[in-house]
């Protein structure tokens, strides 16, 4: 090999160096990012997806025709849901249909643990509100209105003001401020557009004005 040539090599090595490994570098980092973030997509789907199937299932096993669900079945595929997709909201609305059989078979203790889990680190707003608003109605059937009350303290999304108010209207009933009741109840009417929903409401107002609540 002749001296140009030696002196080519050097230069061709010296430009590998500093131009050729950074874009292989480049090149095989990026395709890793790709590749990696296509991999994330498919997992999340995967997991989407098999929440979403044992969800399904939950549903099913819950609104039986005759009204009676399976409870050791309702309990393994709702623990199926929080174990392997603790936290998503399929685990957090099969929560919700777990503290509904609670309710519907008189453990109240086991739907308040389930609905305070949720309202502790919901999956979404609409989920804590949600589960809030039913966690309070729970509370209230333990002769708990006024912790029920400071559940509902603060300001609620404008599509669950109504709901939110007219609960908070019972509560006050239960704890016999008739006064407080009644402003509660007006605010609720107030944030109803739909006239056929009013309707309860206005029958829990009229009460209220005839001392029969």
């Known amino acids: 090999m002749?001296?140009?040539?030696d002196d080519?090599?050097?230069?061709?090595?010296?430009?590998?160096?500093?131009?050729?490994?950074?874009?292989?570098?480049?090149?095989?980092?990026?395709?890793?990012?790709?590749?990696?973030w296509q991999a994330w997509h498919k997992y999340q789907a995967n997991q989407s997806q098999g929440a979403s199937i044992i969800y399904q299932q939950l549903l099913e096993t819950t609104l039986t025709p005759n009204g009676k669900p399976?409870?050791?079945?309702?309990?393994?595929?709702?623990?199926?849901l929080k174990s392997e997709f603790g936290g998503s909201t399929y685990a957090q609305y099969g929560s919700l249909f777990v503290a509904k059989v609670a309710v519907d078979n008189g453990k109240l203790d086991d739907a308040a643990s389930e609905l305070k889990a949720i309202t502790d680190k919901p999956a979404n707003p609409t989920?804590?509100?949600?589960?809030?608003?039913?966690?309070?109605?729970?509370?209230?059937?333990?002769?708990?209105?006024?912790?029920?009350?400071?559940?509902l303290d603060g300001?609620?999304?404008?599509?669950?003001?109504?709901?939110?108010?007219?609960?908070?209207?019972?509560l006050l009933v239960q704890l016999g401020r008739?006064?407080?009741?009644?402003?509660?109840?007006?605010?609720?009417?107030?944030?109803?557009?739909?006239?056929?929903?009013?309707?309860?409401?206005q029958i829990k107002l009229d009460d209220l004005a005839k001392g029969d609540a």
Request: charged share 30%; glycine share 8%.
């Open 2 to 5: 002749s001296s140009t040539d």
């Open 127 to 151: 989920l804590g509100e949600i589960a809030r608003q039913r966690l309070a109605q729970v509370l209230a059937a333990q002769n708990k209105a006024d912790d029920a009350l400071k559940l």
């Open 155 to 170: 300001d609620a999304d404008k599509a669950f003001l109504a709901t939110r108010e007219e609960l908070k209207g019972d």
């Open 8 to 36: 080519q090599l050097a230069e061709f090595k010296d430009w590998w160096q500093r131009n050729g490994k950074p874009l292989v570098t480049g090149g095989l980092l990026a395709l890793v990012v790709v590749f990696g």
């Open 178 to 201: 008739t006064d407080e009741a009644n402003a509660a109840y007006q605010k609720a009417k107030a944030a109803l557009s739909d006239e056929a929903a009013v309707g309860g409401l």
């Open 70 to 80: 399976d409870l050791a079945q309702v309990a393994d595929l709702a623990g199926k």
